[in-house]
């Protein structure tokens, strides 16, 4: 068992730089091609990829769990559609950070939901995270900026997303309401991308580095990577490692970008990252869920 909590360690460590990683490719990919247009490209690569692993499963599933699986492809579609403009607007590493908040968003829109009042660590991780924000974003005219406004957004749909992969995963194959979120996404974006952007001339390498690092291993394979490993260790270990992915994403900013921060940088996002962990460690039904 210790072996393969060792394995499903790393292999977590794994989904956390891919994700953070996704940030940076992403961001370099933008200047040669448009965000639906990634966007539906990504999510095409990464269906096939699902539809294949799916495999005899997809003809067992009923309209009910199509219309599940659409729904819950909405909410991931806002998430990633909100996230990459936003790329467009600001750094790697902030999108990285803001991105995470998505963990401190679940409590609250289940306290909505629920109609009860959030835990103490809930309420204590919004403050950490919202001080955090305010470190890493506000400018001097006490706005937000664009990019960052934008990726705020993006983090309100990827925890609306937890919230309803959490309310019909258990009903349904696991496999194939994976495959049909993800076909939501490609579909939209590329409809999207046919009225708004126009084609792109050729794939340029940073569009294809991009793709390679996003449509399989940070989403398709990733999801498959987090269901197995948990199986082998611990939430708590789980949900530590993967808070990393922010981590990441400014290692790699700073690393394949250049991108600077400053201490003012760092506090914030030092903040933003213990309110995440805390929301995380101890607030009951909130689980990391990426795709």
């Avoid at 699986?69 to 579609?77: K, S």
């Avoid at 001097?140 to 309100?156: C, P, Y």
């Avoid at 952007?197 to 398709?220: D, K, R």
């Amino acid at each position: 068992m210790e072996k393969k909590q060792y394995t499903a360690d790393v292999l977590l460590f794994f989904v956390a730089a891919t994700w953070g990683l996704t940030f940076t490719v992403i961001k370099n990919a933008l200047g040669d091609i448009s965000p639906f247009t990634f966007n539906s490209l990504r999510f095409l690569l990464a269906g096939v990829f699902m539809a294949l692993i799916s495999g005899q499963r997809l003809k067992n599933i009923n309209r009910k769990a199509v219309i599940s699986g659409i729904l819950i492809g909405l909410f991931l579609f806002g998430g990633y559609s909100f996230q990459t403009i936003g790329l467009k607007y600001t750094t790697a590493s902030n999108s990285g950070f803001i991105t995470g908040l998505a963990v401190v968003f679940v409590p609250i829109i289940v306290t909505l939901l629920t109609r009860k009042l959030p835990t103490l660590f809930a309420l204590t991780g919004v403050i950490f995270a919202g001080v955090g924000l305010y470190f890493l974003s506000i400018e001097k005219s006490f706005s937000l900026n664009f990019g960052d406004f934008l990726t705020l957004l993006s983090a309100v749909f990827f925890a609306l997303h937890v919230v309803a992969v959490g309310k019909f995963s258990p009903e349904y194959d696991t496999p194939s309401l994976v495959t049909i979120q993800i076909l939501t996404v490609a579909v939209i974006s590329g409809l999207i991308a046919l009225i708004t952007e126009p084609l792109p001339g050729s794939i340029t390498t940073p569009v294809w580095m991009a793709l390679l690092v996003c449509a399989i291993p940070a989403t398709s394979l990733a999801y498959l990577i987090q269901n197995w490993a948990q199986k082998f260790t611990t939430p708590t270990r789980t949900v530590i490692i993967l808070s990393m992915e922010p981590v990441f994403s400014a290692l790699f900013a700073f690393l394949l970008l250049a991108e600077q921060m400053t201490a003012r940088d760092y506090a914030g996002a030092a903040l933003m990252l213990a309110g995440i962990l805390i929301a995380e460690l101890k607030t009951p039904g909130v689980e990391t869920e990426r795709t």
